[in-house]
């Protein structure tokens, strides 16, 4: 399985500095491709937060952050399908390009804690951690090419620094704390990724929006 996903990715980097090069891949086979990567991306962030909860103290719980302290909630981004419908391609791009980007250090923190992670499934939440980032990687060289054939406007990014340093703790209920709460916050962000490229997927295909 492992191995197949890999060859997956490959192939999708292949394509990708193909079309780097000579452009020749419509942009609707393009879409595919990345709101596969993007729907894959979600999927592990979604099974990730379920292994994290299976151990999770009841107390962290209780004193979690709140999404709103997420550090990518500076960014206005459509809160439904219908809201996003009403948004331009070149907008709904950016915004996936600026989420994207906000991960890539959050997502070496997540893996660096990981592998001393206090949880009975650390291995695995380690390589799915491993698996994110390759996805995040590949995915991010897909909507540069992307973008660069939807215009200026698309290529812009809104920078949302992570300012929560490079350790999310000492004792193990703090780590799991701010290890679960990063990972939901990346959770939620993967949807929002996934949802804009799901949009532009259906555009560039043009789809009735209902079908969307």
Known sequence: MAQRRTSGTNLFMTVLCV?????????NELLERASQHSDKLHSLSTTLTQELDS???PIGRVIMPRPAMCHTSSLQTPI??????QVSESDLMSLARSLLQAWS??????????????????????NKIQEMQQYSKSLKD???????????????????????????GQDKITKLINFNFLLSCLRRDSH?????????????????????
């Open 105 to 126: 250090d959050p997502l070496v923190l997540l893996s660096s804690s990981a592998s001393a992670l206090p949880h009975p499934a650390q291995s695995t939440i380690f």
């Open 55 to 57: 151990h999770f103290p």
């Open 19 to 27: 079309v780097a090069m000579c452009r020749a891949v419509p942009i």
């Open 142 to 168: 897909g909507l540069d090419v992307l973008s660069s054939k939807m215009g200026s406007s698309a290529q812009a990014i809104t920078s949302l620094p992570y300012r929560g340093g490079t350790s999310l």
């Open 192 to 212: 929002k990724i996934d949802s804009f490229l799901k949009v532009l997927r259906c555009r560039a295909a043009k789809m009735q929006p209902e079908m969307c």
């Open 80 to 85: 439904d399908k219908d809201q996003a419908l």
